[in-house]
Structures are given as structure tokens and as C-alpha cells.
């Protein structure tokens, strides 16, 4: 597997992989109106090609093509975390998250946030993100609860507190 930054030209692929995933996944815990309203946002390419490349977005690749995206804002904002649903428990997700938290590291941020589906809270949990609350949001007039989730840096001295990776304060 290959991992590298998102182009506009993915921008189509990425969206027929969010399509794919939401579809696969979001009817064995969400409602048929709560699938259709999420998996409808891939279908408005401008919102979608701005949900990628308005943030740094990092596409997984192997033989068989894209199978995976994670996105993160120069805030620390985990915008996306998607994997394709015949290679789902293959470790792309968790490639993918470390590759965000080099990001994370190299860029000196000292909180890392997102929201987390029922699907993506297992992943965030993996790496060390705690769930602080959650929230309901409305989509298309279809209501969805979530979780806010964070990681947050150590601000002492010392190599632990260097590490995105380093103990929750």
C-alpha cells in the first residue's frame, strides 16, 4: 500500500469511495434517511472537492486502486477517515491515522479533534482520541448524533510531550 497526498483529479474517486463506504456501513446502525442524507453529500462535487482539498488529504492506494482517505485541517480538525468497503480491517485506516498524526507532529499542533461516527470511534479510540460528548447535527432536515472526539499534546518539557503520541493530559 501507498499513501499520498490527495490531487483535484482524485476528487471523482474519492467521492465514489465515500459513496461506497456510507452505503455498505451506515444501514447497519443508521436509518434509511439518515444513510441517504450522508451518503447524498458525495453527490455535490464542489462541497465534496472542498471537503478534500480544502485540508490536507492523504489517499491510501494498492494494486487495485484507491482504498482509503483521511483528511486533516491545519487546526488539528480530523475532517475525514474513509476506507473502502472490501478492504475494511486491513489496517488502511489505521495507516491512514498515523500518517495523520506524523502530519499532526510535524506541524506542532497541540490538539487534534473530529467527529466520529459509530463506525469511526473505534478508530479514533485506537489511537488514543477520547470521546468528550456528543452531539446531534442536522443533515437535509434528517437529525444524526455523533461523537466529539480529541487527543490532546502535552505542553511540558521533554521528548514524551514532543509526541502527538505521548499520554492524554
Avoid at 463506504?21 to 453529500?41: D, G, I
Avoid at 491515522?97 to 487534534?112: E, T
Avoid at 468528550?132 to 505542553?155: A, C, I, M, N, P
Wanted: hydrophobic fraction near 45%; proline fraction near 3%.
Amino acid at each position: 500500500m501507498h499513501i499520498r497526498l490527495a490531487a483535484a483529479a482524485d476528487v471523482p474517486a474519492l467521492a465514489e469511495l465515500f459513496r461506497q463506504s456510507v452505503l455498505a456501513v451506515a444501514p447497519q446502525r443508521y436509518t434509511l434517511e439518515q444513510t441517504q442524507a450522508w451518503v447524498s453529500f458525495a453527490t455535490d462535487l464542489e462541497a465534496f472537492r472542498a471537503f478534500i482539498l480544502a485540508v490536507t488529504t492523504y489517499v491510501a492506494e494498492d494494486a487495485t486502486g484507491i482504498v482509503g482517505f483521511a483528511g486533516i485541517g491545519q487546526d488539528g480538525h480530523v475532517a475525514s477517515a474513509y476506507v473502502r468497503p472490501d478492504c475494511i480491517h486491513r489496517g488502511i485506516g489505521s495507516a491512514l491515522m498515523q500518517r495523520l498524526l506524523a502530519y499532526a507532529d510535524s506541524q506542532g499542533l497541540q490538539r487534534l479533534y473530529g467527529e466520529a461516527s459509530e463506525f469511526s470511534l473505534g478508530l479514533f479510540l485506537k489511537f488514543g482520541f477520547r470521546q468528550y460528548d456528543t452531539e446531534v447535527v442536522e443533515r437535509q432536515g434528517v437529525r444524526f448524533s455523533r461523537y466529539l472526539v480529541e487527543k490532546l499534546r502535552r505542553d511540558n518539557s521533554g521528548p514524551e510531550s514532543r509526541r502527538i503520541g505521548g499520554p492524554l493530559l
